[in-house]
C-alpha cells in the first residue's frame, strides 16, 4: 500500500519509488491517495522520474496485479470517477477488505481534517509552502551529506515542535481508530498525515490496529501485507535497494496539464 508520493512537486522521490516498485511482485496495489498532486498542477514540473513512476503501476495492471486507488484531497480530481472498474483498476473513495478473516477499513483520511472543509484555499497555500520546504530541505540535506554530517528533516522538527501540528496529528489518528471501533473493524489504515505508523489500541468499547503508510517525501515508506501479516516497509533502511543502480525509461519531459488531460481523457473513455 501506497499513499502521498505527490507526483509533480519537487519533494516526491520518485527515483527511490521506482527502484522499490521494481523489487516487488505484488497481487494486490492501494494507492490511498495524493498519488499526483493536482494542487499543482499548473506547474511545469513532471520530469521522466515521476511519469516512470505511472509507467510502472500500468505495467504491474497488464500483468494482472490489482490495483485499488482510493484518491486523497490532492487528486480529488479521480473522486468524479468513484465506483468505476476498468480491467484491474478499481477507483473508489474508501476499500473495506477481509484478511485472514480480520475487518480492514482503508481510506485517505482528508474527510477528518476540517481546513479541507472550512478554508481549502488556506490548506493549498500550506500545501504550497510545505512543497517549497521539502525543495529547501533537500538542498540542505545535500549539503550536510557532502560534509559528512547526518542528514535532517526541517518539517519533522516543525511537526515536533509546532503543539497544534501535534495535537491534529493525534485528533486525526483518534478520530479514525473511534470510529473504526464503532463500526466493529479490526484495523483501519490511512494516509494523507504523512505520519508512518502502525501501533495497536486498546480502550473500553473495543482494541484495533491502527496503521498508516506515510509518504514517499520524507519518510519513504509503504504498507506491505504478507503471510496473513502487515509490516511498515521503509527504504532508508533498505540498503539493497540504496546500492541498486535505476535505469530510466526513455519518457518524455511532460507539464501536469498534459499528464491530467491525457489521464482524464483516458477514463472517460472506458
Not at 503543539?163 to 473493524?185: H, R
Request: hydrophobic share 40%; with cysteine; aromatic share 12%.
Amino acid at each position: 500500500m501506497l499513499s502521498d508520493i505527490h507526483l509533480g512537486t519537487y519533494g516526491c522521490h520518485a527515483e527511490e519509488l521506482i527502484k522499490y516498485l521494481q523489487s516487488i511482485k505484488p497481487k494486490t496495489i492501494v494507492l490511498n491517495g495524493d498519488i499526483i498532486d493536482g494542487w499543482n498542477f499548473s506547474k511545469n514540473y513532471f520530469p521522466p522520474s515521476h511519469l516512470q513512476v505511472i509507467s510502472e503501476l500500468m505495467n504491474f495492471l497488464a500483468q494482472g496485479t490489482k490495483i485499488i486507488y482510493l484518491p486523497g484531497n490532492h487528486d480529488e480530481f479521480a473522486r468524479k470517477f468513484a465506483g468505476r472498474k476498468m480491467g484491474n483498476l478499481i477507483i473508489d473513495n474508501k476499500a473495506v477488505l477481509n484478511l485472514n478473516n480480520k475487518k480492514v477499513w482503508i481510506f485517505h483520511g482528508d474527510v477528518f481534517d476540517i481546513s479541507m472543509k472550512q478554508s481549502k484555499w488556506l490548506a493549498k497555500i500550506g500545501g504550497v509552502g510545505y512543497d517549497w520546504l521539502i525543495l529547501t530541505n533537500r538542498l540542505i540535506n545535500k549539503t550536510l551529506q557532502k560534509l559528512g554530517k547526518e542528514r535532517v528533516s526541517l518539517s519533522k522538527r516543525i511537526k515536533d515542535s509546532v503543539k497544534t501540528a501535534v495535537k491534529f496529528i493525534s485528533d486525526f489518528e483518534d478520530t479514525a481508530i473511534n470510529l473504526a471501533i464503532q463500526q466493529n473493524y479490526d484495523v483501519v489504515i490511512c494516509g494523507h498525515i504523512h505520519q508512518p505508523c502502525d501501533k495497536y489500541i486498546e480502550k473500553q468499547e473495543g482494541k484495533i490496529r491502527y496503521l498508516n503508510s506515510g509518504d514517499w517525501i520524507e519518510n519513504l515508506t509503504s504498507l506491505e501485507y504478507n503471510d496473513g501479516e502487515w509490516t511498515l516497509y521503509q527504504y532508508q533502511k533498505d540498503q539493497a535497494l540504496h546500492q541498486q543502480q535505476l535505469v530510466l525509461e526513455k519518457l518524455p519531459f511532460l507539464k501536469n496539464k498534459e499528464i491530467f488531460f491525457n489521464l482524464t481523457q483516458e477514463f472517460q473513455l472506458q
